[in-house]
């Protein structure tokens, strides 16, 4: 039994929300179900954690922290091997310390106990395997911080990969950020930082690429929420409550209605709406500029002849900064599609809902290699969007099929209301189990592996927990 999960982003909490520890405590009864002699009845029990796990770049860490911007990890001179800081040390001991946070939080100790404690009635060890996204790409990088990630579950058969083919359940998965421009690094490798290098794009080494997106999502969201945190009092509920709020900034869709949405949520304090509106202006300025102004980025801008046109973040982000400097330039910015669409791509996320998925492409060209070399994949695993999604790209008379899953969040998702006068939360679940020809016997017809694809949704608020 192959269970399959992704984009949990477990954080150290300093700049956004994890999900609620009771998500795991759902799926271990899942799990335990499903494994159960009167269900699925499995034989061995495989975790595949299908990317951004761990997040290890949505934190204040390197602001609260006072790290020197030369020391930070998309400063200094670029490794031309893995797009960072080439002091290698000091960025390896700011994971290594983000990491160490982040393993504080209740959800990841409840990940790690339902990790450790599989049910009874499977009688083989576990295995974990974790595929690495683009944020948490530094467990890559960095052995040491598997060395962390394996003391804290020591007893589990925990191993890192940057993909996960399987014959057994006839799957192939990827975290799906290596279709994405802003988010992987092949083109960066191989047209600034060692131009004319010939690489494969799934290549392990160019997992280890710094992007502009991570710069995005540490310097520029994280150095706001960063900023706008210092301006605002502690002790008023209302500055909690709009600061807390913004912490699930990256759960909205379309991201593109970001400043309709920070005026909704603040309608219920109308009074201190200008002052809070202003406060995120300056503090959103200040950090384009810290974005703009690192190495990555003045090095990501060399790409501009490689990329689309229209679609540069780093131009984006400047005519955004220029906007920002009038009093009104939040409402103009809402006008401004293409930076925020472009600030959501750098992130990872779909800027429309409705809108295409970056993957599907990817899944199609995944599909035509894997029939070119005779591999029998049935399943096809991206995570990435955030996005739970379906396709069924090829299939036969008698039940063969080339699917493509994507795997979705535990995160929530924050949608505009078809009244289009306010927003709606719910929290998501989305999971995958998939049954080897040895389980799933009953009323089974046909031999080949089978697949249950569960979406949940949850309209729930939960008490806010401050770290």
């Known amino acids: 039994m192959l269970v399959v999960f992704s984009d949990i982003h477990l954080t150290d909490q300093s700049t956004s929300s994890n999900v609620h520890a009771s998500a795991f405590e759902l799926l271990a009864r899942e799990i335990a179900t ?16 299908l990317g951004d796990i761990f997040d290890l770049y949505r934190t204040s860490y390197w602001h609260d922290q006072h790290v020197p911007p030369a020391q930070r990890p998309w400063n200094g001179r670029l490794s031309p091997d893995t797009g960072m800081n080439s002091l290698t040390q000091e960025v390896e001991k700011q994971f290594l310390s983000i990491l160490e946070r982040i393993l504080a939080a209740d959800a990841c100790r409840a990940l790690f106990d339902l990790l450790r404690n599989p049910p009874p009635t499977v009688r083989k060890k576990p295995t974990v395997t974790c595929v ?11 052995p040491s911080l598997q060395d962390q990630l394996r003391r804290e579950l020591s007893g ?9 083919r399987s014959d057994k359940y006839q799957v192939l998965a990827r975290h799906g950020h290596e279709w994405d421009p802003n988010n992987c690094g092949w083109l960066f490798l191989t047209k600034v930082l ?35 945190g210092q301006q605002l009092s502690p002790n008023s509920p209302d500055d909690r409550a709009f600061l ?22 603040s309608q219920d304090r109308p ?43 780093t131009d984006q982000l400047d005519r955004a900064y220029t906007i920002l400097r009038h009093r009104n330039g939040l409402r103009l910015l809402a006008s401004l599609k ?33 029939e070119k070399a005779n591999r029998q994949t049935r399943y096809l ?72 694809i569960w979406n949940g949704l949850r309209c729930k608020r939960y008490v806010i927990h401050e770290r």
């Open 271 to 313: 009074s201190a709406e200008n002052k809070y509106l202003d406060l995120l202006r300056k503090s959103l300025r200040e950090a384009i500029a810290e974005t703009l102004n690192s190495q990555l980025a003045r090095a990501w801008d060399r790409l501009k002849p490689d990329l689309w046109v229209g679609g540069d973040l």
């Open 194 to 228: 060692q131009p004319g290098r010939t690489i494969d794009r799934f290549d392990p080494e160019v997992h280890k690429v710094q992007c502009i997106g991570d710069v995005v999502t540490a310097e520029l969201l994280s150095g706001m929420l960063y900023r706008l």
């Open 34 to 49: 499903a494994a159960g002699p009167k269900h699925k009845r499995a034989q061995s029990l495989d975790f595949l954690l």
């Open 132 to 142: 690495i996204g683009n944020h948490d790409r530094p467990i890559w990088v960095f």
């Open 156 to 164: 589990v058969n925990l191993s890192f990969a940057n993909s996960f």
């Open 338 to 370: 293409p930076a925020l669409s472009a600030i959501a791509s750098a992130v990872g996320l779909s800027a429309d809902s409705a809108g295409a998925d970056a993957c599907f492409a990817g899944a199609a060209d995944d599909f035509a290699q894997e």
């Open 381 to 452: 695993f991206y995570g990435h969007t955030h996005e739970a999604r379906q396709e069924c790209f090829k299939s036969t008379p008698n039940g063969q099929v080339q699917l493509y899953v994507n795997t979705g969040t535990f995160l929530p998702f924050i949608q505009r209301a078809h009244n289009r006068q306010g927003f709606w939360a719910a929290h998501r679940l989305t999971y995958a189990f998939v049954y080897s020809d040895r389980e799933d016997r009953r009323s089974r017809h046909g031999p080949g592996p089978t697949l249950d």
């Open 244 to 265: 807390h709020g913004l912490y699930e900034v990256n759960n909205l869709r379309p991201v593109t209605a970001v400043f309709e949405w920070m005026s909704w949520f």
